[in-house]
């Protein structure tokens, strides 16, 4: 969610860190682009800041909708996600499901750091037919032959979604998508090393 289909800045409350992951990329402060569509969003205990919304989200949320069966999942909470989530999507037709931080794998990363990482097999046990698409190498550490990596999206336009799309649309006749994102991608061979920090050695895909 954060830094792939929106970038949330200028939280009333800093540090922001309780409501989402930290991530190195994430700069401090942003300089977004005056065409790029923001909203003001109200959490529940008070603490408000501005969402930042890709170019194309919501035609990209749409299409998804129409054609794929569609879950966010993300390493911030509840308490932030949900009413972000809320406001996207008010009538709950467009994301199937939610995932929060709760249904996130905690590990211990460097200097004693917890980070979240998105194990898929929370949402389905159809593994061969589903992907991941997130900004953060780390979300796709349980399952890298599932991931789709975009850049970092801070507030600039860019032509990101669209692309996502086309790829999904390109995945969707395969019985298996995994061979081809190992192709494309070379997320297992990449997040190897990390893999054996974090998860400890066992089998290349789980």
């Known amino acids: 969610m954060d830094e792939m289909m929106i970038h949330s800045a200028r939280f009333s409350d800093e540090p922001d860190e309780g409501y989402r992951q930290s991530e190195a990329s994430r700069p401090g402060v942003i300089n977004p682009e005056?065409?790029?569509?923001?909203?003001?969003l109200q959490l529940g205990d008070g603490v408000s800041c501005t969402v930042y919304k890709r170019p194309g989200l919501d035609d990209f949320l749409r299409a998804c909708s129409e054609e794929f069966?569609?879950?966010?999942?993300?390493?911030?909470?509840q308490g932030y996600a949900e009413p972000l989530l809320d406001h996207l999507d008010p009538d709950r037709t467009l994301i199937k499901g939610r995932f929060y931080r709760a249904d996130c794998r905690p590990v211990k990363v460097w200097g004693g750091q917890t980070q979240f990482l998105k194990d898929l097999s929370a949402v389905t046990p159809e593994l061969h037919r589903t992907v991941l698409v997130d900004n953060n190498p780390l979300s796709f550490v349980c399952q890298p032959s599932n991931g789709i990596p975009v850049p970092d999206f801070v507030g600039k336009s860019d032509q990101i979604l669209p692309a996502v799309l086309r790829l999904l649309r390109q995945l969707a006749p395969l019985e298996d998508v995994r061979?081809?994102?190992d192709t494309m991608f070379e997320l297992q061979e990449q997040l190897r090393d990390m893999r054996t920090r974090l998860l400890g050695p066992g089998p290349s895909k789980l």
């Not at 005056?34 to 003001?40: A, L, M, N, P, Q």
């Not at 069966?69 to 909470?77: C, I, K, L, N, S």
């Open 69 to 77: 069966e569609t879950h966010v999942f993300t390493a911030g909470t």
């Open 34 to 40: 005056k065409d790029v569509e923001s909203f003001i």
């Open 179 to 181: 061979p081809t994102l």
